[in-house]
């Protein structure tokens, strides 16, 4: 197996709203800390990887550990 890296050519600063926006929506909805399997950031950048590259949703969830 090879492991790697891959970059993301969106702006940081993108990750970063869109996970303070799911951070917010996961307060609204009252889900209990630690219950999700991903972080938001982590969580932003698997949705912007589908919403860029109409990654494969099963290695979405390998490459994030889901």
């Known amino acids: 197996m090879i492991t790697y890296?891959?970059?993301?050519?969106?702006?940081?600063?993108?990750?970063?709203?869109?996970?303070?926006?799911l951070a917010a929506e996961r307060r609204r909805l009252g889900t209990r800390s630690g219950s999700r399997a991903?972080?938001?950031?982590?969580q932003?950048?698997?949705?912007?990887?589908?919403f860029r590259d109409r990654t494969d949703r099963a290695a979405l969830g390998?490459?994030?550990g889901v």
């Open 62 to 64: 390998r490459d994030h």
């Open 44 to 50: 932003a950048v698997m949705g912007l990887r589908w």
């Open 5 to 21: 890296r891959a970059t993301l050519d969106v702006p940081r600063e993108l990750v970063c709203h869109l996970s303070l926006l």
């Open 38 to 42: 991903l972080t938001c950031f982590a």
